[in-house]
């Protein structure tokens, strides 16, 4: 039988699902909008049951997209065709509120388990529950106090589930009104949802003895949620998180690439010599590799988000922030996911689905990768050690790394700007309602967490996985392949060359590949682009890097070392030798201060980034929205390039 | 008075709410006139503040709070 997860946000609904599920459970949409809707199975007295895990609600009537997906839900259910079961999970604190929501399920006519979760800490908090009165006024629910945290009352509630599967007692209590009220009707809702509190409120008082304790002031909310204070400690976490997936991934992205390397090497001497072999151990198992690469930054972030979740911070960082964000059209919610994209912006992006408000959602989501992340630092250190000089300005401060300071700034004020503008643009379809409970701090469950974690990683590598490996294959064809009679002469004639003939084994190797990618279909595109890129101060061999990185930004210093390997330079091997000493015909240099800043300031803008648009698309449910950013941040890094080259 | 009024720690009883959405969100939030509020938090810059109601605590915008009136 199906059993619908209902409850009210903060009552331990998800905590309950994992613990009936366990790892059987798979992460999907709902249909047609973002929410995430998770759905497991659980077996019990040898059958299967499927449950769904709706997102958390105070009422049945909507106030937001999350919302609305449980009334749509509960509006198409058909009991006589499909027989279900509601489980309702109400915080035992709060129940008087959670009876409410009891009561509009009630009457839908659902048959129904109240669950009341959470008894320890309405212990301490003085609420003494009732039972056996409770039980004799909703003569036909089953009512079962827990824990879920600790699994007290899973069985009582098991049995409770397995009664109503038997029986399908539906409650009579409430019967304040049948069926559900027009959404437009908000008049008659509300008188509605009187009467129906009154109700509610009368059985609360019936069945709850509340010792009015002498609610201490938290010291620990004193300092975390202080003016002042309460700033600094969010910074102090933000840097510890941020320098934690930054340093903490290095180890595990490094071993991920270094294994499907080694896995590729092996494969190449196993399968014979041809186009197949060259697929598998070029094309897709890197490719496979720049998929699972991302997984370590996935999971450490989302392990940090998880844990500030379910301890109770975030509520209190998002009550911090909302006021600094709001006037570029965000939401508190927003910060973290906008400066973890600083690492990198696949979480960032993913991480946008705690933002409630789509608006707010899509902006936030729109200027993350205007962030500079991890994967622009290789861009951004090679340029700036060939073109900025080592010195200090000032006195102390080194004038290398004020480029680069500034550079992230860029991004930032890039983000903020975009976000700004969406802000006066965009239309907002329902009045944003900024109404979130703080709940209580609890000591984190790492098994919640965890989840969180697998979960991410999974919707990742499925759903954005493919997409991301597909596209990879073609910038690896496009770069492998040209048309072969020009590839076979351009070899011929480098054969012949004096600084071939002379080479050793590895340097004659590299000097063939850099033929062989000048004369591939991407080098016919880079020298195609030529005119177009000239204004910006770049060559076809730019524009080769430029269509190679978008596998992966760092990609364009690998790209540049392999076309540089030909380039004749005098003695040094370092990329950054030969892009300095690289001569114009007019034996001018060719790699000047403005086209170095005009480069970097390209890569600032431009959404250079493969698996970013394929994670958009996942998280907006199409491809209007990763179009829409690929072009408009491609204009700006035209633009931004174009007059950094003419200034300079 | 206004509940974007009272200071911190400052007690209160809702007397009505100007705002038929947030109205009705806060009554199924449990949030009803008659009942006691103590205002916990506030952030800067009038950013949103944080009541207390029952167990739980609930932020809103100021300008929002401004729409809830208090005695």
Sequence with gaps: ?648 | MKLSAIPKWGKAKIKEINHPLLRTKLLEMGVVPGVEITLMMRAPFQGPIAFQCGNTNISVRSEDADFIIVN
């Design chain 1, 1 to 648: 039988m199906k059993i619908l997860l209902l409850g009210n946000p903060n009552s331990g609904k998800s905590t309950l699902f994992n613990s009936l599920t366990g790892l059987r459970q798979k992460v999907g949409n709902f249909p047609g909008v973002t929410v995430d809707q998770k759905s497991g199975t659980m077996t019990f007295q040898g059958q299967q049951h499927e449950i769904v895990d709706f997102p958390g609600i105070y009422s049945i009537y909507p106030k937001s997209a999350e919302e609305q997906v449980v009334y749509n839900a509960l509006n198409a259910l058909n009991p006589q065709e499909e027989p279900c079961i509601g489980l309702v999970v109400v915080d035992a604190s709060n129940l008087e509120r959670g009876l409410f929501l009891f009561s509009q399920l009630a009457d839908l006519q659902i048959p129904l388990v109240l669950a009341i979760n959470m008894v320890d800490l309405a212990e301490r908090n003085g609420v003494e529950i009732k039972q056996d009165v409770l039980e004799m006024e909703l003569a036909n629910t089953p009512v079962v106090l827990m824990n879920a945290r600790v699994g007290l009352g899973k069985d009582r509630l098991l049995k409770a589930l397995q009664h109503q599967m038997e029986h399908g007692l539906k409650e009579t209590y409430f019967s304040v009104s049948q069926g559900m009220i027009a959404l437009e009707d908000i008049s008659l809702q509300e008188q509605d949802a009187e009467k129906r509190f009154q109700k509610a409120s009368e059985l609360f008082h019936k069945s709850v003895i509340t010792r009015t304790r002498s609610k201490e002031k938290s010291s620990l909310d004193g300092i975390l949620t202080h003016p002042i204070l309460g700033y600094f400690f969010f910074a102090l976490i933000l840097i510890g998180l941020f320098q934690a997936v930054f340093t903490l991934s290095s180890f595990p992205m490094d071993a991920i690439e270094q294994g499907f390397h080694w896995v590729s090497d092996y494969l190449s001497g196993l399968l014979p010599k041809g186009p197949f072999q060259e697929l598998v151990c070029n094309g897709i198992i890197p490719g496979i590799s720049g998929v699972l690469v991302f997984i370590p930054q996935i999971a450490l972030l989302f392990f940090f988000i998880a844990l500030l979740e379910d301890s109770g911070y975030m509520a209190r960082a998002v009550f911090l922030m909302d006021r600094l964000v709001r006037p570029f059209g965000m939401n508190g919610r927003s910060v973290v996911p906008l400066l973890s994209s600083m690492a990198c912006a696949i979480p960032g992006i993913m991480a946008t689905r705690g933002i409630p408000n789509p608006k707010e959602r899509l902006i936030t989501l729109f200027v993350a990768p205007l962030m500079s992340c991890s994967a622009r630092i290789p861009v951004y250190t090679l340029i700036i050690s060939v073109v900025i000089p080592s010195k200090t300005v000032l006195g102390f401060v080194q004038l290398q790394g004020l480029v680069l300071f500034a550079l992230y700034l860029l991004g930032i004020v890039a983000a903020l700007t975009v976000a700004w503008v969406m802000q006066q643009v965009l239309r907002q379809d329902r009045r944003s309602l900024y109404l979130i409970e703080i709940p209580e701090f609890k000591p984190p469950h790492w098994r919640n967490i965890l989840m969180t974690v697998f979960d991410k990683i999974k919707v990742f590598v499925l759903e954005a996985g493919g997409i991301i490996l597909a596209l990879s294959i073609v910038i690896w064809a496009v770069s492998n392949y040209g048309p072969t009679a020009e590839r076979k002469t351009a070899l011929r004639v480098l054969k012949q060359q004096e600084a071939y003939i002379s080479a050793q084994n590895d340097e004659r190797e590299r000097l063939e590949s850099s033929v062989l990618l000048e004369h591939s279909y991407l080098g016919k595109f880079g020298k195609g682009i030529e005119p177009i890129i000239a204004p910006l101060g770049y060559d076809w061999k730019i524009g080769i890097a430029i269509g190679s990185s978008f596998l992966a930004r760092e990609v364009f210093v690998g790209t540049l070392s392999t076309i540089y390997a030909h380039a004749e330079t005098s003695g040094s091997y370092r990329l950054k030798d030969k892009l300095l000493q690289e001569k114009k015909a007019d034996g001018s240099k060719k790699f000047t201060l403005a086209s170095g800043i005009s480069l970097m300031v390209f890569y600032v803008f431009a959404l250079q980034c493969l698996s970013t648009l394929a994670v958009a698309r996942r998280e907006t449910g199409s491809w209007r929205i990763p179009i829409i950013q690929l072009l408009l941040f491609g204009a700006m890094a035209y633009g931004g390039a174009f007059l950094c080259y003419q200034l300079f």
